[in-house]
């Protein structure tokens, strides 16, 4: 069990990584991983997910390519990760869906941002980077993964090794988002 100081650590380590080193992650790594994602709450435990963890050289360059975008020039950085992590929804449970309707909400879309972020930690804790990848061709990723067209790729999640230099963050003041009792 981790307690609440050495978490806080573990947040504040983690940094979005576009820069990584020529060495392989271990398996055992990327399985811990994703069982964390695996694991993660998720509204009526609709559990609205997939993740395709790609890792073969010339698939990771296809997928690493449908999240680039020449004219804006983001994402290049990708093409250096070892394993890409690809988040695809999934339909959620009746449950689920009823309260979307009800509270016009798509909890699926917040079910899978819980279930990336605790990946995340969890790479970060076993000393990898990564990058939560928002810029992606869906229609690309889903053609050379053989992933369903029903189904919707939200994010790619690229992970390795990185030279680990923690930058400082940029975030707004306490004061500015957290209030107690009151807006």
Same mark, same amino acid.
């Given at each position: +069990? ?8 573990? +947040?504040?380590?983690? @940094? ?8 392989? #992650?271990?398996?055992?790594? !990327?399985?811990?991983?994703?069982? %964390?994602? &695996?694991?993660?709450?998720? *509204?009526?435990?609709? @559990? ?5 963890? %790609?890792? =073969? ?16 020039? +983001?994402?290049?950085? #990708?093409?250096?990760?070892? %394993? ?19 509270? @016009?909400?798509? $909890?699926?879309?917040?079910? !899978?941002? !819980?279930?990336? *972020?605790? +990946? %995340? $930690? @969890?790479?970060?804790? =076993? ?8 810029? #992606?061709?869906?229609?690309? !990723?889903?053609? *050379? ?19 680990? &230099?923690?930058? =400082?963050?940029? &975030? ?12």
């Amino acid at each position: +069990m981790t307690n609440g100081g050495r978490m806080l650590s573990l +947040m504040k380590n983690r @940094q979005s990584e576009r820069k990584y080193i020529d060495r392989p #992650v271990e398996r055992e790594k !990327i399985e811990r991983i994703t069982e %964390v994602g &695996r694991l993660s709450p998720s *509204a009526c435990n609709g @559990q609205p997910w997939h993740f395709v963890v %790609v890792d =073969e050289p010339a698939l990771r360059n296809e997928v690493a390519a449908a999240t680039e975008s020449v004219v804006l020039r +983001m994402n290049s950085f #990708v093409r250096e990760a070892p %394993v890409l992590i690809v988040v695809v929804r999934e339909k959620s449970n009746f449950n689920s869906r009823a309260g979307d309707l009800i509270k @016009q909400k798509d $909890y699926s879309l917040i079910d !899978i941002g !819980i279930a990336t *972020a605790s +990946m %995340v $930690y @969890q790479a970060t804790a =076993e000393g990898l980077g990564t990058c939560i990848i928002g810029w #992606v061709d869906d229609r690309r !990723i889903r053609k *050379a993964l053989r992933i369903p067209s029903s189904k919707k790729v939200e994010l790619v999640i690229s992970v390795g090794y990185t030279e680990n &230099r923690l930058r =400082e963050k940029s &975030r707004k003041p306490p004061d500015n988002v957290i209030t107690f009792n009151r807006y």
